[in-house]
């Protein structure tokens, strides 16, 4: 059974990233208030972006996947800029072991 992952852009400007095995029927859902919780409360909504997979399971990981990502990462999957992922991946936390002092006579990482 055919599985997609989708993106829905809602009327407050946030996105709901679900997963489904019948991609019309689940937007009807939603624009009749009918999906989840958080889409009820921000109709109308709209399809931004989706993927198909050829089994729900995958569709489902997928979700779970691009659902832990931030709103930069989420807008350069919708508009294709597949590129940047990476770069929108790393951590810029300031306690990052990239963002700490190395010490190069020792070989070690930290203040």
């Keep these: 059974m055919k599985g997609y992952l989708y993106i829905l852009l809602c009327s407050n400007g946030q996105y709901y ?7 019309e029927k689940r937007l009807a859902q939603h624009q009749n208030g009918e999906g989840a919780n958080f889409t009820k409360k921000h109709l109308p909504v709209k399809l931004v972006y989706f993927e198909e997979f050829q089994r729900i399971d995958e569709a489902f990981y997928r979700e779970k996947q691009v659902q832990g990502w931030n ?3 989420k807008e350069a999957l919708i508009t294709g800029e ?5 770069d929108l991946s790393e951590c810029k936390n ?3 072991f990239r963002n700490l002092p190395f010490d190069s006579a020792q070989g070690t990482v930290g203040g």
């Excluded at 597949?82 to 990476?86: A, E, N, R, T, V």
Aim: no cysteine; glycine share 6%; aromatic share 0%.
């Design 71 to 73: 709103r930069k990462k």
């Design 17 to 23: 990233t679900g997963s489904t095995n019948d991609l």
């Design 82 to 86: 597949l590129d940047k992922l990476h």
């Design 94 to 96: 300031e306690t990052h």
